[in-house]
């Protein structure tokens, strides 16, 4: 491939804006330009949503006929003017914070869910990071973000005849997809080069323009480079080990080249998710060159403003090598570095890069390797960040969990991009036309839009639904299946009259899909109702090598096939991007019910509250900090992170409780309607849900909450640490790890008053500064009160000790051993214990 696919040669000089319209995503989410892509175009934008395709697909005497067109030319007029002020306008950012974030943010992740157009992406995490961007950009945060441009990418489904999942992998033409090479200042297309064992490796470098923000995008496939790594880049979550490892290194480590080749230094690293820590590796190795430092003072440097997101409730959810691939493919790269391969392994190791024990490396784990070299870290979710927690709990021992610093910033979806025309039309009236690009601390006054408005807008909603339901299944061939009825099948008894629950994510165990299948006769009452009637729409796909989860599917396509409800339960293809849209626009109620609490966040509930549409979830993730009785339902509302487990314990009762939320309120409620024909106790659960959730999770605030509360902040610590003060802050520090063995406790004594106790002990610190410990005292929970982290006070030297100290404390009244005293370290300058996390306790 050339560069010339890219050269606007058939363009007439009148439309050459058109390219840079075309290449800017910003369709993906602001609509008044698709009147002009379907005006070039009808056929093509339709089916595929693809304004680069729509401008690649066109003749040249086509466009040269519409640059004589008056009508056309006023239009793309128009959409050149909006673009332009888009552009130009300032934000939240420029107004608010400008410049304070100097060189930007670097964002790196595994995938991006930006349009069905780019497909980059296989499910939330990518989803996430698309609509950060797009806020992103909407907010005007300097952010540049960095990924994988696959050349197949996720793969695409299919059910057959006996509804099993088949997987299929077309190839994803570059020059049809919304992205350019990446060029120099000469014109040249930039190519990363990688040390692989034995070779190098050639990358190519792409460019896809989210708005304001760009997507910076990695391939291998360059001819130059051997058949199997040309096809690192294949597919994503796919293939051997050994491959996942190779695009790791190829997003990490290539991507922070990319953006060293393009002059860029981002003042804050932020990684999406363990995958991507070899970033954070390869900026402290080129800090290491360009300062002339060690590879420690430059870990020291920069860790202060990495970023580490994780979207994992379970160990085995981190990427985890065997050490001698860790060695393979990393030996290479640390010819040119200052790492040592004892420091690497020591950086990942599984055991928690703390263990005492001599050669204890485990395997190589990559979210170790995140912590090892991160400044801050955060969950997803009020409830993530305890289990958080608890997972990362061998990183840190002898640290208390409630300790252990995992923050959170509950994520949020990108408003814009999953609205309706209806909704929008509401939202418009209620709050004005940039209301998202506002820094909106609550939602609209939505008490000015009357009953019969947001009733009609959902009625409109549902019946779109439906018709898009019987297009798409008529696509998926339904008049075809054996022994089936196709009427049924192809969506004729669907009815937009009817209640529809929604379904529709990843098909895996934990996420429990057939949770509602649990009684399929208490289900199929429902369903065939005559007066109060429920229809289900679903869809989803189970991982390649996820046996368990297209098991899943199978069993709901067979019910959906049962006679007695065929028609009014189906099941919905090649679950993406399109399909998601159309799904949350439409439902009435969208049901997610994860095992508790292994559901980090779970943003698809999210996405259709900007359309009026309804919860039913479990209480966990985000909802467990949304519900409220009066907008929508909680399945065991309450429960806590204590109950993490991995059996099925609470499936049957949880059943239950669905069961009887539908039956005893969800369908009536829907169904009661008064003389107007309208359900006014749940119209009331429409407009306070939109009022009071809408902007309270959407990536508006999201992305705000990471700029204030985290890039902010690391921006003005990291900028302390420079390389004098790393290199000495390294120095103290190796001379600590040295002394603090002889760190001892020499006995405790209580002296019983009447409302409070004293107690005193002697600590022996044998050289380690007393400027560089705090002395604490620690109660946990009980029934004598809540857990209670007291700082003891030093008040004098010990006579014959050469560096003792004598420390005491008041405390309230509570049994023998309830207060146990510790050491650790105290250091303003470091976020602790994630930076040292050296602890000692009297035994």
């Known amino acids: ?185 000469d014109g040249q297309w930039i190519r990363i080069l990688l040390p692989f064992p034995g070779r190098e490796l050639r990358l190519r470098a792409w460019r896809a323009r989210v708005g304001r923000c760009q997507l910076l995008l990695l391939d291998s496939n360059d001819p130059r480079n051997e058949p199997g790594d040309r096809g690192i880049t294949s597919e994503l979550y796919g293939g051997t080990p050994e491959k996942r490892l190779q695009q790791e290194i190829v997003l990490g480590i290539g991507g922070w080249r990319l953006l060293s080749q393009l002059g860029l230094a981002p003042d804050i690293c932020h990684i999406n998710e363990g995958h991507s820590a070899f970033a954070f590796l390869e900026r402290a190795v080129s800090w290491a060159l360009t300062h002339d430092t060690d590879f420690d003072t430059a870990r020291v440097a920069n860790r202060a403003s990495n970023l580490f997101t994780t979207h994992t409730s379970v160990e085995a959810g981190f990427d985890q090598f065997p050490n001698d691939l860790i060695r393979l493919y990393l030996e290479p790269w640390m010819a040119e570095s200052h790492v040592s391969m004892k420091q690497l392994m020591k950086l990942g190791s599984s055991s928690g890069g703390h263990s005492q024990r001599v050669g204890d490396e485990g395997t190589f784990n990559m979210a170790y390797l995140g912590l090892n070299l991160c400044g801050r870290l955060n969950g997803v979710s009020a409830i993530h960040s305890e289990v958080t927690q608890a997972v990362l709990q061998p990183y840190f021992p002898r640290w208390p969990k409630s300790e252990i610093p995992a923050e959170y910033v509950t994520n949020g979806v990108h408003t814009p991009s999953w609205d309706s025309r209806e909704a929008d039309t509401v939202w418009t009236r209620a709050c004005g036309k940039d209301r998202w690009r506002r820094p909106m601390e609550s939602s609209c006054p939505m008490e000015c839009i009357s009953d019969e408005e947001l009733w009609g807008m959902r009625q409109k909603q549902r019946s779109h639904l439906v018709s898009y339901l019987r297009s798409k299944l008529q696509s998926q061939h339904c008049e075809h299946v054996p022994g089936g009825n196709p009427p049924a099948m192809c969506g004729l008894l669907l009815d937009s009259e009817t209640l529809t629950l929604g379904f529709a994510r990843r098909f895996t165990e934990y996420k429990r899909p057939d949770l509602l299948l649990t009684d399929t006769d208490r289900l199929a009452a429902l369903i065939n109702d005559r007066d109060r009637p429920l229809q289900i729409v679903l869809a989803g796909k189970a991982h390649p090598r996820d046996d368990y989860g297209k098991v899943l599917i199978r069993r709901w396509r067979e019910f959906a096939t049962r006679p007695d409800v065929e028609g009014k339960v189906v099941f919905i293809e090649d679950y993406d991007l399109a399909v998601a849209a159309h799904l949350v626009q439409g439902v009435d109620v969208w049901l997610n019910n994860p095992r508790h609490p292994w559901e980090a966040c779970g943003t698809s509930g999210m996405k259709v509250l900007v359309n009026g549409g309804l919860n039913l979830s479990q209480y966990d993730g985000w909802w467990a900090e949304a519900w409220t009785p009066e907008l929508g339902w909680a399945i065991r509302p309450g429960a806590t992170v204590e109950e993490l487990s991995q059996n099925n314990e609470h499936d049957f009762s949880d059943a239950n409780e669905l069961y009887d939320l539908l039956e005893g309120s969800v369908i009536p409620e829907f169904y009661d309607v008064d003389e107007e024909a309208r359900p006014k106790a749940w119209i009331n659960r429409i407009r306070g849900s939109m009022n009071r959730l809408t902007a309270r999770y959407s990536a508006n605030r999201m992305v705000r909450e990471y700029t204030e509360n985290f890039y902010l902040p690391m921006v003005s610590t990291g900028s302390e640490r420079s390389a004098d003060e790393a290199r000495a802050m390294v120095e103290e520090y190796r001379q600590l790890e040295c002394d603090w063995p002889k760190l001892r406790f020499a006995g405790m004594e209580v002296e019983e008053g009447r409302e409070v106790d004293t107690i005193k002990v002697n600590a022996f610190l044998n050289g380690v500064s007393e400027e560089r410990i705090r002395v604490e005292l620690v109660a946990e929970e009980s029934d004598y009160g809540p857990r209670e982290v007291i700082e003891m006070q030093r008040i004098h030297s010990l006579e014959g000790a050469v560096h003792g100290f004598a420390y005491q404390a008041c405390v309230s009244k509570r049994p023998a051993g309830h207060f146990t005293p510790r050491i650790r370290v105290q250091d303003d300058r470091l976020n602790l214990p994630l930076e040292n996390a050296s602890i000692l306790w009297l035994k």
């Open 1 to 185: 491939m050339t560069l010339a696919a890219y050269t606007p040669r058939h363009v007439p000089e009148a439309l050459s804006g058109l390219f840079d319209i075309a290449l800017d995503l910003r369709w993906t989410w602001h609509h008044g330009s698709d009147e002009l892509w379907r005006a070039i175009d009808q056929e093509v934008w339709d089916a595929t949503g693809n304004a680069w395709l729509v401008l690649n697909s066109v003749s040249g005497e086509c466009l040269e006929s519409l640059a004589q067109d008056p009508a056309f030319m006023a239009l793309y007029s128009r959409q050149l003017e909006s673009h332009r002020e888009f552009t130009e306008a300032p934000t939240w950012y420029s107004d608010t914070h400008p410049d304070e974030l100097g060189h930007g943010i670097a964002f790196f992740c595994m995938e991006y869910g930006l349009a069905e157009s780019l497909p980059l992406y296989s499910g939330g995490l990518g989803v996430l990071a698309g609509d950060f961007l797009k806020a992103s950009s909407d907010l005007g945060v300097p952010v540049t973000a960095v990924g994988l441009l696959y050349q197949q990418g996720y793969f695409r489904q299919a059910l057959n005849a006996q509804g099993e999942q088949q997987e299929f992998y077309p190839y994803n033409d570059p020059t049809m997809l919304p992205v350019s090479p990446l060029t120099d200042s």
